[in-house]
């Protein structure tokens, strides 16, 4: 008991995120897909918050005072410059208003929402909507920590881990909810905690759950349920549900049910939830991966989560260059589509669309639409936080605010992910490089086998100038995980620099080598022979890849390890073709 109270009073009490759920009140002005916050200052889209500098937002916030209505330049001069301050005003103003329109995505010639009336001032188009929200009985937290297996065979933990992420994967559909990720329960501070245990005797099973209060221990709720394996899914559903009822929460309007589990079927559960553990180990796993939520479908073929997870497997092989692009881009997509077949309103599934059209379509606007359409679904999703983001850094040119405040949303769901923190320095590269590198040592100190995060470190350092550094790093790095083609190009590029010619040459014919008996993403090769001074081979590799549609395409136009190919003329016929013009 008191080794039980020592757990709950350090979740409860842990450093970081403040204690969700305080009482205060704040008035809130929302506009499409924008809301701001008046009192905390902040404009965020679709729950995630967008940098904006504090004159943009001073101007935004005298526009939504009056929408519709013409606000004369004077009058800003006078509210946000006064006559004390000693600035270019016209200069000021333009400025203010070019970040304003960045941050909501707006342009001059076609605006949606600041119109500029020439020489006179600016308007707010559009409709709005204030309110104040009453923050704190309406917003609360919960920590769903892994359910426990009682059981004596080790076969039945995917009954555990299974019923552990279904329940936070339904927690996660309530708007008024913070689920913090299993992977992260103990570094937030939350005012709940689900706890639980499972113990399978032949086809019975023994299930408890308790709700406890954070702060002192006091168990709020508790439940045992005696039941077949059978009925493994009516009980999450209903551990769910006297969550969401004591909590006195409510689904939000549309949504007819919390639970979406999408199978009968208890061997398909136990491949689809041995899929979802290869899938986060990423890697070389995502084979496994595959395999799992393959057998998962051709067990039920209507269980949409399982096709889901299947594309999310297909598409990250392509992302890692572990696959030809023919050999599972079109298999992801026909996954996520089936899917979405099946549920139309399964949050991840839309997920997995959006990530096809943005490897295998180059559908800029589809892409967008789905991910937005997916974070509507469900808000608390990672992973489509996660790549929202990059499709804000790769393709919407100039809003790299935008991308990096969906990264960093990502985090702040799953603080303890590894490979988000890895990806949140993926978006920093292409913007800071010091910040990306202190993001890659906080994704090793997480997890010193953090692949992402030791590529990111030795890229930083590249983009740094740091080489010998950067070299360090990468000649440890292809010891550690079995010389990675991501991480083999980037330390070629590492020697070039420091002028060890005869090394990024050894590397570069390496990488030769292997393509020949094995996929090896040309993009990187082609990295590889620039480095190695075959910029001839490079530019011809290149043309392969965009041949190929290799998915590492996407981030040939900011890409630091690609810095030296775009100052080839020829290299740039691949970026206007592929729409980087």
């Known amino acids: ?29 929302r506009f499409g897909e924008f809301e701001l916050d008046q009192d905390a200052g902040e404009l965020r889209r679709n729950g995630a918050k967008v940098r904006l500098q504090e004159q943009p937002l001073q101007v935004l916030q005298i526009l939504l005072e009056h929408p519709g209505r013409l606000i004369p330049r004077e009058e800003l001069q006078r509210r946000i410059w006064p006559s004390d301050t000693f600035v270019d005003f016209d200069h000021g103003i333009n400025n203010a208003i070019k970040r304003l329109r960045e941050a909501l995505g707006d342009t001059a010639e076609a605006p949606r929402h600041i119109e500029t009336l020439p020489r006179r001032g600016y ?34 933990e995917f009954f555990c881990d299974g019923t552990t992420e279904e329940i936070i994967s339904a927690l996660s559909r309530i708007q008024k909810l913070h689920v913090v990720a299993r992977t992260s329960a103990f570094a937030f501070k939350v005012q709940t905690i689900l706890e639980g245990s499972i113990r399978k005797i032949g086809d019975r099973l023994r299930i408890t759950a308790q709700l406890a209060n954070a702060a002192d221990g006091y168990h709020l709720w508790s439940e045992k349920y005696d039941r077949e394996m059978k009925d493994v899914f009516t009980v999450q559903e209903e551990i769910a549900d006297s969550i969401a009822q004591h909590l006195e929460l409510s689904l939000d309007s549309g949504q ?6 999408g199978t009968t079927s208890l061997e398909a559960f ?21 395999d799992c939520f393959q057998k998962a479908v051709n067990l039920d073929p209507k269980y949409g ?24 881009l079109p ?20 997920t997995s669309l959006a990530l096809s059209l943005f490897q295998y379509d180059w559908d800029r606007a589809g892409v967008e639409r789905e991910f937005l359409r997916a974070l509507e679904l469900k808000s608390q999703n990672p992973l489509a936080r996660c790549w929202y983001g990059v499709f804000y850094l790769q393709w919407a040119a100039g809003r790299f605010e935008e991308g990096l405040a969906q990264a960093e949303q990502a985090i702040q769901i799953d603080p303890l992910s590894n490979w988000f923190r890895g990806m949140l320095g993926v978006a920093y ?14 994704a090793i100190r997480i997890d010193a086998d953090a692949f992402l995060g030791h590529w990111v470190q030795m890229t930083a350092l590249n983009v740094l100038e740091r080489y010998s550094e950067a070299a360090q790093v990468g000649e440890v790095g292809i010891k550690l995980f079995g010389r990675p083609v991501w991480m083999m190009a980037s330390l070629a590029r590492s020697y070039s620099h420091l002028g060890r010619r005869t090394d990024s040459d050894s590397v570069y014919e390496e990488l030769r080598s292997r393509a020949k008996r094995e996929f090896v993403s040309p993009v990187f090769l082609a990295i590889a022979a620039c480095a190695a001074g075959q910029q001839d081979d490079a530019i011809r590799i290149a043309r392969y890849a965009d041949e190929i549609g290799d998915p590492t395409l996407m981030g040939i136009k900011c890409w630091p390890d690609v810095a030296e190919l775009r100052e080839d003329p020829r290299f740039q016929e691949i970026l206007n073709r592929r729409g980087w013009t």
């Not at 309110?131 to 004596?152: C, D, K, M, Y």
């Not at 990250?316 to 599972?328: H, Q, R, V």
Request: positive net charge.
């Open 1 to 29: 008991m008191r080794l039980k109270w020592l757990m709950l009073n350090s979740l409860a009490f842990a450093a970081g995120s403040p204690l969700l759920g305080s009482s205060t009140s704040r008035t809130v002005v």
């Open 123 to 156: 308007r707010f188009m559009g409709t709005i909507n204030a309110l104040t929200e009453h923050v704190g009985q309406s917003i609360r937290s919960i920590a769903v920590l892994p359910f426990l297996n009682l059981s004596a065979d080790p076969e039945n």
């Open 256 to 261: 007819q049910s919390l639970f979406r589990s």
């Open 270 to 290: 136990k491949f689809y939830t041995q899929g979802r553990s290869r899938f986060f180990r990423r890697g070389v796993h995502l084979f496994a991966a595959v």
């Open 305 to 328: 989560m399982a096709w889901s997870g299947l594309a999310d497997s297909y598409n990250s092989l392509g992302f890692y260059g572990l696959a030809k692009p023919e050999d599972c």
């Open 331 to 350: 298999q992801a997509k026909a996954a996520a589509m089936r899917a979405i077949a099946l549920d139309a309103l399964l949050g991840e599934a839309h």
């Open 429 to 442: 590269l292409m913007i800071d490089a010091n910040k990306s590198l202190t993001t890659a040592l906080e």
